[in-house]
């Protein structure tokens, strides 16, 4: 089945720790998302991609940095410069013709201990 | 600016009730289009409509309708006869043409529905 897949989906870590987590879509979308959200908050964008091998800072990449080296994948790194890891992270993708809606994967939850 | 405002927080209704979620946008394109997703307790956003905005004709399927009113900038939507089942938190966004793919969400609504 086409869908995205988020890994892992909760994960623990000590401060000062880089961590990455992985985002793989078998959609052939062209367009990938990295969302934060906070309890009780909407998802604020953290980075978006909309091709290869180019990627944009969306309103909190601070302290985050992301990759896309292939179509499929869109891995996020949160840095020990992230003030505030702890959150839960979403991919997202959508076929950048047609303005599609946003498909989601599952979600990984990261906690800094 | 693009944005979009959902004024209720949590909403509590019970079960069978109708019940109205509220979503105000404001964007200076022409072209837009507009998404509700419903988010439940295991966390994936799960997509639940679009609408371009030259489609003002409002839409039912099933229990849920939507309204959306370009005077007034509101893309509402509506549950009937509500069930336990719709208890999430249900996102409004907005994805203007203009803006190189980029999608603006609200800050949800948490519904709760009481059995």
């Known amino acids: 089945d086409g869908g995205i897949t988020q890994s892992p989906k909760y994960l623990f870590r000590k401060e000062g720790q880089n961590v990455t987590l992985s985002c793989e879509q078998n959609l052939n979308h062209d367009a990938m998302y990295w969302y934060r959200q906070d309890p009780g908050q909407g998802l604020r964008l953290i980075y978006y991609s909309q091709i290869v091998n180019d990627f944009q800072k969306g309103d909190i990449a601070e302290g985050y940095s992301v990759s896309r080296e292939k179509k499929e994948s869109f891995p996020l790194t949160v840095t020990s410069a992230q003030k505030n890891p702890t959150a839960f992270y979403l991919c997202?993708?959508?076929?950048?013709?047609?303005?599609?809606?946003?498909?989601f994967g599952e979600g990984s939850r990261l906690t800094v201990l | 600016a693009q944005k979009v405002t959902q004024a209720q927080t949590e909403i509590s209704v019970v079960e069978k009730e109708d019940v109205t979620l509220d979503c105000v946008y404001e964007t200076r394109d022409t072209t837009y289009y507009l998404f509700w997703y419903k988010q439940p307790p295991s966390g994936e956003l799960v997509f639940l409509i679009r609408r371009n905005s030259f489609d003002e004709q409002n839409e039912i399927s099933g229990r849920y309708s939507w309204n959306f009113q370009k005077s007034t900038s509101s893309f509402n939507f509506t549950i009937t006869a509500s069930q336990v089942v719709d208890s999430a938190v249900y996102f409004c966004a907005l994805s203007p043409w203009g803006t190189g793919n980029q999608f603006y969400f609200g800050t949800g609504t948490s519904l709760t529905v009481i059995p």
């Open positions: 997202a993708s959508r076929q950048t013709s047609g303005l599609g809606e946003l498909f």
